[in-house]
C-alpha cells in the first residue's frame, strides 16, 4: 500500500481521534482547570509504563516480523502467539506492583493519597492493555490498513464517550479512571476486528512461547521498554520540576501544550508508525533506504510545518476554543512549542530506521541521553523564562536530536551498501 493511500486512510481514523480527544480536553479543562490537567498528565505517563509492561514494548517487533514473514503465516503466529503471552504475564506483574506500591505511587506520581482509589483501575485493565497493543501491531505488520482504521476508530468513540460520561458525573476522579477504562475498551474493539481480519483460533494466540519468536523480539522489546520508561518518567520528573518551580497550575499550562502537540502530530506519527516501520523493515540496500527517508521527508515536513504555522497564527482563538481562558499563557510559549514538533517529526523519520533494523544499542543510548536532556533542557528553561523558556528547551533538544540521527542514517546505508554480495567477474 502507497504512502498516500496509507495516510489517506489513516487520516480518516486521526479525524475521528482528533474529534474526539480535543472535545474531552475542552471538557477536562472546564472541569478540572490547569492543576487538574497536570494531575492527569501524570497518570497518563503512569498508565503508559504499565502499557508497556502489558505488551507495549513488543509492538514495534511484532509489527516488523509480522512484516518480514508476510509469506508464512505459521511464523507470524508464533510471533503473535509469543508477544501476547508475554505481555499477559507483564501485565499481571505490573498490576500486581501498582496494587502494593498504590499509596506510594498515589502520593509520589499524582501528588494526592487520596487519589489511590484510580489505581486498581489501571492494575484491572492492564490485560486488554496486551491484547490492544499487540493486535494493532499485527495488523500494522500485515498491512490491514483497513481494519487498523476500524478498531482505531470505534476505540476512540467508545473510550471518549466513556470518559465524558464518568468525567461529567466524578470530575477529577472520573477523567482519571477513564483512562485505563478506554484502553480496556480499545482492547475489546480491536481483538473483535482482529477476529474478522485473521480467521483462527483465539485459542492459537496465547499458548507456547516459541523461543525464535522470543529471541527476535527481545532486541525491540529493550528498544520500546527503554522509551515507555524513560518518556513517561521524563515527563513526570518535568511536571513534578514545574510544579516546584512555580506551582501546579504551571505544570497543568505545560501539559495542556503537550497535549496540544500530541493532537498536532497525531495523524504524522501515526502514518510513520503504520508505513514506515514494516517498510524500511523490507529494505536491504543503502540506496533505497536513503530514497525512502528522502520521501518521507519530502511527504511529511511540508504537511507539519504548514500546521505548525496555521496554529501560531490562530493560537490564541486555538486556545480558547480547545480549553478555557485559563490556559491563555500558553499562547505565549507555543512558538517554540511549534519548532519543537517540526523538529521531532523531522527526526522521528531517520529514528524509525534504528527500530526496523534493530540497532538496539544505538537507539537506546539516544533514548537514554535525550530523554535526560530533554528534562534538563525544559526545567532550566523554565527557571529562566517561565512556560516559554520550558518549550525553548523542548525546541533545542530535538534540534541536536535529529542532527545526531540523521548523521547515523548515512552510517546505516554505508553499512547496508557493503553488506551488498559483490558483483560476479564478467557478468
Same mark, same amino acid.
Given at each position: 500500500?502507497?504512502?498516500?493511500?496509507?495516510?489517506?486512510?489513516?487520516?480518516?481514523?486521526? $479525524?475521528?481521534?482528533?474529534?474526539?480527544? @480535543?472535545?474531552?480536553?475542552?471538557?477536562?479543562?472546564?472541569?478540572?482547570? %490547569?492543576?487538574?490537567?497536570?494531575?492527569?498528565?501524570?497518570?497518563?505517563?503512569?498508565?503508559?509504563?504499565?502499557?508497556?509492561?502489558?505488551?507495549?514494548?513488543?509492538?514495534?517487533?511484532?509489527?516488523?516480523?509480522?512484516?518480514?514473514?508476510?509469506?508464512?503465516?505459521?511464523?507470524?503466529?508464533?510471533?503473535?502467539?509469543?508477544?501476547?503471552?508475554?505481555?499477559?504475564?507483564?501485565?499481571?506483574?505490573?498490576?500486581?506492583?501498582?496494587?502494593?506500591?498504590?499509596?506510594? @505511587?498515589?502520593?509520589?506520581?499524582?501528588?494526592?493519597?487520596?487519589?489511590?482509589?484510580?489505581? %486498581?483501575?489501571?492494575?484491572?485493565?492492564?490485560?486488554?492493555?496486551?491484547?490492544?497493543?499487540?493486535?494493532?501491531?499485527?495488523?500494522? &505488520?500485515? /498491512?490491514?490498513?483497513?481494519?487498523?482504521?476500524?478498531?482505531?476508530?470505534?476505540?476512540?468513540?467508545?473510550?471518549?464517550?466513556?470518559?465524558?460520561?464518568?468525567?461529567?458525573?466524578?470530575?477529577?476522579?472520573?477523567?482519571?479512571?477513564?483512562?485505563?477504562?478506554?484502553?480496556?475498551?480499545?482492547?475489546?474493539?480491536?481483538?473483535?476486528?482482529?477476529?474478522?481480519?485473521?480467521?483462527?483460533?483465539?485459542?492459537?494466540?496465547?499458548?507456547?512461547?516459541?523461543?525464535?519468536?522470543?529471541?527476535?523480539?527481545?532486541?525491540?522489546?529493550?528498544?520500546?521498554?527503554?522509551?515507555?520508561?524513560?518518556? %513517561?518518567?521524563?515527563?513526570?520528573?518535568?511536571?513534578?520540576?514545574?510544579?516546584?518551580?512555580?506551582?501546579?497550575?504551571?505544570?497543568?499550562?505545560?501539559?495542556?501544550?503537550? /497535549?496540544?502537540?500530541?493532537?498536532?502530530? @497525531?495523524?504524522?506519527?501515526?502514518?510513520?508508525?503504520?508505513?514506515?516501520?514494516?517498510?524500511?523493515?523490507?529494505?536491504?540496500?543503502?540506496?533505497?533506504?536513503?530514497?525512502?527517508?528522502?520521501?518521507?521527508?519530502?511527504?511529511?515536513?511540508?504537511?507539519?510545518?504548514?500546521? $505548525?504555522?496555521?496554529?501560531?497564527?490562530?493560537?490564541?482563538?486555538?486556545?480558547?476554543?480547545?480549553?478555557?481562558?485559563?490556559?491563555?499563557?500558553?499562547?505565549?510559549?507555543?512558538?517554540?512549542?511549534?519548532?519543537?514538533?517540526?523538529?521531532?517529526?523531522?527526526?522521528?523519520?531517520? $529514528?524509525?530506521?534504528?527500530?526496523?533494523?534493530?540497532?538496539?544499542?544505538?537507539?537506546?543510548?539516544?533514548?537514554?541521553?535525550?530523554?535526560?536532556?530533554?528534562?534538563?533542557?525544559?526545567?532550566?528553561?523554565?527557571?529562566?523564562?517561565?512556560?516559554?523558556? $520550558?518549550?525553548?528547551?523542548?525546541?533545542?533538544?530535538?534540534?541536536?536530536?535529529?542532527?545526531?540521527?540523521?548523521?547515523?542514517? &548515512?552510517?546505516?546505508?554505508?553499512?547496508?551498501?557493503?553488506?551488498?554480495?559483490?558483483?560476479?567477474?564478467?557478468?
Amino acid at each position: 500500500m502507497s504512502l498516500a493511500r496509507t495516510t489517506a486512510l489513516n487520516g480518516a481514523a486521526t $479525524a475521528v481521534r482528533l474529534a474526539a480527544g @480535543l472535545a474531552l480536553n475542552k471538557l477536562l479543562a472546564v472541569y478540572v482547570g %490547569p492543576a487538574g490537567f497536570g494531575v492527569i498528565g501524570q497518570f497518563q505517563s503512569l498508565t503508559a509504563m504499565v502499557g508497556a509492561a502489558a505488551g507495549g514494548i513488543f509492538g514495534p517487533g511484532v509489527t516488523k516480523l509480522t512484516a518480514e514473514h508476510g509469506r508464512a503465516p505459521q511464523v507470524q503466529a508464533a510471533v503473535w502467539r509469543t508477544a501476547l503471552t508475554l505481555g499477559l504475564v507483564g501485565a499481571g506483574a505490573a498490576s500486581l506492583l501498582v496494587l502494593v506500591l498504590g499509596p506510594a @505511587l498515589a502520593e509520589g506520581v499524582l501528588g494526592d493519597a487520596a487519589l489511590r482509589g484510580v489505581l %486498581p483501575w489501571l492494575a484491572a485493565s492492564s490485560a486488554l492493555l496486551a491484547v490492544n497493543t499487540v493486535l494493532l501491531a499485527a495488523l500494522s &505488520g500485515l /498491512k490491514r490498513v483497513d481494519a487498523f482504521v476500524t478498531a482505531t476508530i470505534l476505540g476512540s468513540l467508545a473510550s471518549v464517550g466513556a470518559a465524558a460520561l464518568l468525567v461529567l458525573r466524578f470530575g477529577l476522579f472520573g477523567g482519571l479512571i477513564a483512562l485505563p477504562i478506554g484502553q480496556a475498551l480499545c482492547g475489546v474493539i480491536t481483538a473483535v476486528v482482529f477476529r474478522r481480519a485473521w480467521r483462527s483460533r483465539w485459542r492459537d494466540l496465547v499458548g507456547r512461547i516459541d523461543r525464535r519468536a522470543a529471541r527476535s523480539l527481545a532486541g525491540f522489546g529493550l528498544m520500546a521498554a527503554t522509551t515507555a520508561v524513560v518518556v %513517561p518518567l521524563s515527563q513526570i520528573v518535568i511536571r513534578d520540576g514545574l510544579t516546584r518551580i512555580a506551582g501546579a497550575e504551571l505544570a497543568g499550562l505545560w501539559q495542556a501544550m503537550w /497535549k496540544l502537540s500530541e493532537t498536532h502530530l @497525531l495523524m504524522l506519527t501515526t502514518t510513520l508508525s503504520l508505513y514506515f516501520l514494516p517498510r524500511l523493515a523490507e529494505i536491504r540496500e543503502g540506496g533505497a533506504l536513503r530514497r525512502e527517508i528522502a520521501k518521507g521527508y519530502r511527504f511529511v515536513i511540508p504537511l507539519v510545518v504548514a500546521t $505548525a504555522a496555521a496554529i501560531y497564527v490562530l493560537r490564541e482563538p486555538l486556545t480558547m476554543a480547545l480549553f478555557s481562558p485559563a490556559f491563555l499563557p500558553l499562547a505565549q510559549a507555543l512558538g517554540w512549542q511549534l519548532l519543537g514538533d517540526v523538529l521531532k517529526i523531522a527526526s522521528w523519520i531517520p $529514528a524509525y530506521t534504528m527500530i526496523s533494523h534493530a540497532r538496539t544499542r544505538l537507539y537506546i543510548a539516544t533514548e537514554l541521553v535525550f530523554a535526560g536532556l530533554v528534562t534538563l533542557a525544559c526545567l532550566a528553561g523554565a527557571r529562566a523564562w517561565g512556560l516559554p523558556g $520550558a518549550a525553548a528547551g523542548y525546541a533545542a533538544t530535538y534540534a541536536v536530536y535529529w542532527a545526531v540521527l540523521h548523521g547515523q542514517l &548515512g552510517t546505516l546505508a554505508r553499512r547496508l551498501d557493503g553488506q551488498r554480495p559483490a558483483p560476479v567477474a564478467g557478468a
